[in-house]
DNA sequence: ACCTGAACACCGTTCAAGT
DNA sequence: ACCTGAACACCGTTCAAGT
């Protein structure tokens, strides 16, 4: 029973996924270790970091799909992929907002969103830009997303459905405009 | 010292401006009014609901310019107010997302958008996801913005200066991808 | 190096009782 | 109607002390 910090973020994600963020405290914790709540206190420097940690090994677990050339349909599978890694994991989404929101981790995605518009023909000025917009996109409908299917599931009535084709036309809606943007831009694409 | 709701929202909304989401607590809230916490329950259900009303109210007070005729128009002038009317209270953004999230209050902006944009000749199965598009862009750029400008503003460190010129590029980048779905498209507008 | 035990300074909420 | 006082069931974090 001597742990490492591995096995407090492993179990923290596991504490997450089946109890949500809400319930994922260091007390809790320490008790589902089976070990003191300031023990943790030896393997993270405060709660924040414990979180951010979780926050990053989520989006690792998330799926990767072989990188497309094409700049636009790059962007799009990026946003894809980090839609799908947070709804894998209960609270996934609210955990890596609020992660980002105070300045830790989970920058991943930020840096292959980049690399991928930076070769789009954008405006240099206009890329943290269009990145920026697009995550805005994926956060919030996610977080919406997630907290509709997390209270369905839970829940006593029956949620209108909510289409996860939702997730695609809003992305498409972003792109198009972010398109429109590129110089030699070649009539419309799809 | 006998108190209404009215009171307690509006205390609740400068312990908000002065001291942060964070420190606005049922205990110093009491505090601050000078009763028990347990008094506060006799004009609030509970603090989920206090926020809601608070919300509201930052809502409320925003600017409310005279309305413009065109659709587009007044859809960027909604998104333009709204970004304003948080950004003028101290956690304005995280407070707001925070109630929206809990699925309370805050229902204005989302009315007001799906009417701009009702008449905009958009596929009316469109209407919403634009409506919520512009929306994850607003609050998740005014959240980014506010915690950069409050973090400057109390931080060591000058940072970036961050263009607040970014919000309308941002916005029109999700505005020209609206656009383009619109059927009788006339051309480029901006 | 990793952990215990106890403490500090807090939370939101409930509820009988007072005026 | 509005409020007090006390309690319940929690938080994150620190720190001396143990092995």
Redesign the pocket.
Known sequence: ????RTDVVDRALRVLDEYGLA?L????LGTEL??????L???VA???ELLAAVADEVLARGPRRSPLAAWDARAEQICVELREAMLAYRDGAELVAAVRAFGLGARAPYDELTTALAGAGLDPDLVPVAVATLLHFVFGHTLDEQTQLQAASAGAVAEEPRETSDFALGLALVMAGIRQQVPAADGLRR
Do not use: I, L
């Not at 405290?25 to 809790?28: A, D, V, Y």
């Not at 089976?34 to 023990?39: E, H, I, L, N, R």
């Open positions: 029973m001597r742990y490492h319930d405290t260091m007390r809790r089976g070990v003191q709540p300031s023990a206190y030896h393997h405060n709660k924040q």
